[in-house]
């Protein structure tokens, strides 16, 4: 028998997160059954998807799961392996699981996936190099994307929107992009963004928009929703092409906010808009990964993460998606 803590969903929440919402409980973890693996965590991906999932979706008809008031979240972690009874697993392993928001859990061999990551720091399989990075790569690549034209990213200094930046940079685009304070625009213009927007100090986005591409955008790649969505319908040229990635900037509102209000002028410019969901492109990861090594190896990509440590930390560490302190992939680091 081994203890661990585990956060878990408190009450659903409505509005902003607050440590209300969640209980930090210690469990004791149960004797290995044969094809049973003991882990214990390394790294959990903190994701604006657990926000979704913490609030009573009943009556909504939602493609994720809401979590169980009473039981622990989940979410994407790299841990390894402490004992292990499966013949798929030894002692020291390296895994990756869904199996977040714990320090350590017991689980059969088939919930867990070995991993091997030389050259790169293992917890960039949780953002860059894995989910976050393919989510990037699959909805550009939906837009169909042709170098010399417009971009706009929003959330452009998140984990998602960063990586977006840096892919259509190198694919020959101009990129604009979004993000909230003059530290995250600085750090976009390192990475290469031709205009960075805030959007905190400059809250009319289409003004802002119509300043820097009079011409208009050809993609707008939509981490946010809301106000800048509809900026983008605005500014959008003749089939312009926009990805719904997300909507960050909706998730904490206490009823669903209407869709955006100008719909009508994307008929007129025969524009198109998509939604774009990972998991429908697990099987792209490889060429995704050849594309991010060669982008790497060639100084065309970098990324930035920020590190909350200790399984207590989690619940300020997703907070901090949406009051604008955390820059690039943040995460929950859990052990050495
Ligand atoms: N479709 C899929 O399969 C898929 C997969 C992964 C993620 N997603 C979605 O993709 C989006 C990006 O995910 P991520 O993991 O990279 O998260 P992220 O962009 O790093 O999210 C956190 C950032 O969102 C911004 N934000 C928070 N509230 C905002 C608001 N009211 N208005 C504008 N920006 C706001 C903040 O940046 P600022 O400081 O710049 O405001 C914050 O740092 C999310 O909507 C997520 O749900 C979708």
Redesign the pocket.
Known sequence: MKASREVRLKKYAKGSVSADNFEIAQVDLPDLADGEVLVRNIWMSV???TRIRMADMSGFDSPIPAFTVGAPLDGGAIGEVVKSRSPDFDTGDTVQSWLGWREAFVAPGAALQKINAPGIPVQSLLGPAG??GL?AYAGLKTALPKAGETIFV??A?????SIVCQLAKAGGLIVIGS???AE?CAYLREIGVDHAID?KAEPDMLAALRRVAPEGIDIYFD??A?A?LEAAIAAGRDNARIIL?????TVNDEAPSPGPRNLILMIGKQMRMEG????HHFHEMPEFLQELQRLVAAGKMTWRETVFEGIESAPEALAA??D?S?LGK?LVKLGA
């Open positions: 994701d604006p998807a989910v976050t989510t929003s959330s200094a998140g984990a998602v929107g993000a909230g304070g995250k959007y981490n946010v809301g800048q990635c997300g909507s960050v900037s774009v969901t990972v998991f998606l949406f604008g955390a943040a």
